[in-house]
């Protein structure tokens, strides 16, 4: 499975980015999928993760209420929709894989692909 992050950015406080994810391979949709995030000098966090049919998400108390996860399996891509971003949200945002899951993984240890990441920059 290969993983293509896009998106990614320069954006001001309080405003919107969609981050999208596309996947290849046919076994996208017994994946669960997940957004990380490495911001400078910190370790890299669980965003958010959703559901292989993306009726269960999880999310950083953080970004709850602010981010949104969700899925389109039939083009193999997985979205992040973020909203009132704040300067802290900056880092670099990686979408990840893990197979065979019908829950939201937030064991960072269980993703087995990655994508290659894109920059959020949020200026304040």
């Known amino acids: 499975v290969q993983l293509q992050a896009s998106g990614g950015g320069l954006v001001q406080a309080g405003g919107s980015l969609r981050l999208s994810c596309a996947a290849s391979g046919r076994t996208f949709s017994t994946y669960a999928m997940g957004w990380f995030r490495q911001a400078p000098g910190k370790e890299r966090e669980l965003v958010a993760a959703i559901s292989w049919s993306g009726g269960t998400t999880y999310y950083t108390d953080s970004v709850e209420g602010r981010f949104t996860i969700s899925r389109d399996n039939a083009k193999n891509t997985v979205y992040l929709e973020m909203n009132s971003l704040k300067p802290e949200d900056t880092g670099v945002y990686y979408c990840?894989?893990?197979?065979?899951?019908?829950?939201?993984?937030?064991?960072?240890?269980?993703?087995?692909?990655w994508g290659q990441g894109t920059l959020v920059t949020v200026s304040s």
């Open positions: 990840a894989a893990r197979p065979v899951a019908t829950w939201a993984e937030t064991v960072e240890s269980e993703y087995e692909y």
